[in-house]
């Protein structure tokens, strides 16, 4: 039996999500972003979210409307401004929300270790700059390495292409970015698929994300953005 639900709404699939929660949100810009899950996010209400994504929103929809709702206390992403970030901009330089920026790189591996169960590890990314500050430097083979540790998430948001009632899943191209990472970093993983097919419709070949990481999905109709925000 799968342990996977396959919901009729994502107001179900977002049910239960916690003030305080950090929620890992798939998504390379707005390229797998889950649009439909961001919206019912916001109209369940969770505050006080740490939200690890790529970037910190784009235009006015997805994660920017998340930020523009309140929800967020905390971001970490790789990369925080974009020609139209302007939501989140704005509430950074009020003092609104806090920011960690985490090498792209290093933001995969620290939420793949998480999902591998890896206590910790030593990269070079980052020795010397800012961002290495506080942490442990170790000397490996004559070179430097800082200390990392894993992202964990109490929750993953990610959009795939199709799923089976199983729960495996299939992603389209460039839309997979870090949805098979967040999948095995998070407690719960809720995921909005343009489409779910019978058992056996999927090529077990072309599985990447098994089921034993997923929780709940939800078929939703594919949406398309512009970068501002039009569909």
């Known amino acids: 039996m799968s342990r996977t639900a396959v919901l009729d709404s994502t107001d179900e699939a977002v049910a239960g999500i916690e003030d305080g929660s950090t929620v890992l949100v798939g998504g390379f810009g707005l390229a797998g972003m889950p649009f439909d899950l961001i919206d019912a996010l916001i109209r ?119 799923a089976d009632p199983m729960g495996n899943l299939v992603y389209r191209k460039t839309a997979r970015n870090f949805g098979p990472v967040m999948a095995t970093a998070a407690t719960t993983t809720v995921v909005q698929v343009d489409e779910v097919v019978p058992l056996g419709g999927l090529d077990p070949e072309a599985v990447v994300t098994p089921s034993i990481y997923v929780d709940r999905i939800v078929p939703v109709e594919t949406r398309h953005y512009t970068v501002q925000g039009a569909r």
């Open 44 to 162: 369940q209400g969770a505050k006080d979210l740490t939200i690890v994504s790529n970037n910190a929103g784009n235009g006015d929809v997805g994660l920017a409307a998340l930020l523009a709702a309140g929800r967020v206390r905390k971001v970490l992403c790789s990369f925080p401004r974009q020609v139209d970030s302007y939501v989140f901009d704005a509430l950074y330089r009020e003092g609104k929300i806090e920011l960690e920026v985490v090498p792209q790189g290093n933001l995969a591996e620290r939420m793949r270790a998480a999902g591998a169960g890896i206590g910790a590890f030593y990269c070079p990314t980052a020795v010397g700059t800012p961002l290495a500050e506080g942490k442990e430097v170790r000397t490996i083979d004559g070179r430097d390495y800082l200390l990392e540790y894993p992202i964990k998430g109490d929750y993953a948001l990610i959009a795939a292409h199709r």
